[in-house]
C-alpha cells in the first residue's frame, strides 16, 4: 500500500511534460540576466549606433543553442529571443 501512496504523490506532484522547450525560456531578459547572456554566449555580430545620448550597441548572441538579439545602452541592456 505505501508504493501505491508514494506513486500518487509523485505523479500528483510531477511537472506538466507537455510544455515545450520554448516555453520554459523567457522572450524578454533584461538587466544582469541580459548582461550574462552577452558575456556567457557567443557573439555573431556587432553593431555600434552613436547618439547624443551614449553609444548603443547591438548584439546577435548565440546562447546554450538559441539566437537572442540583445541591445546594450549606457543604462539599460536588454536581449529578446529570435523566433
Not at 501512496?5 to 522572450?27: G, M, S, V, W, Y
Not at 524578454?28 to 555580430?45: H, L, M, W
Not at 552613436?50 to 546577435?60: L, N, Q, T
Request: proline fraction near 4%; glycine fraction near 4%; charge should be negative.
Amino acid at each position: 500500500m505505501k508504493n501505491i501512496a508514494t506513486l500518487f504523490i509523485l505523479l500528483t506532484f510531477t511537472p506538466d511534460t507537455n510544455c515545450t522547450a520554448n516555453e520554459l525560456i523567457e522572450d524578454k531578459v533584461f538587466g544582469a540576466q541580459a548582461e550574462a547572456i552577452i558575456i556567457e554566449g557567443t557573439v555573431t555580430n556587432i553593431v555600434t549606433k552613436y547618439s547624443p545620448y551614449g553609444d548603443k550597441y547591438f548584439y546577435s548572441v548565440l546562447y546554450y543553442g538559441y539566437t537572442w538579439q540583445c541591445e546594450q545602452a549606457p543604462r539599460r541592456t536588454a536581449c529578446y529571443l529570435s523566433k
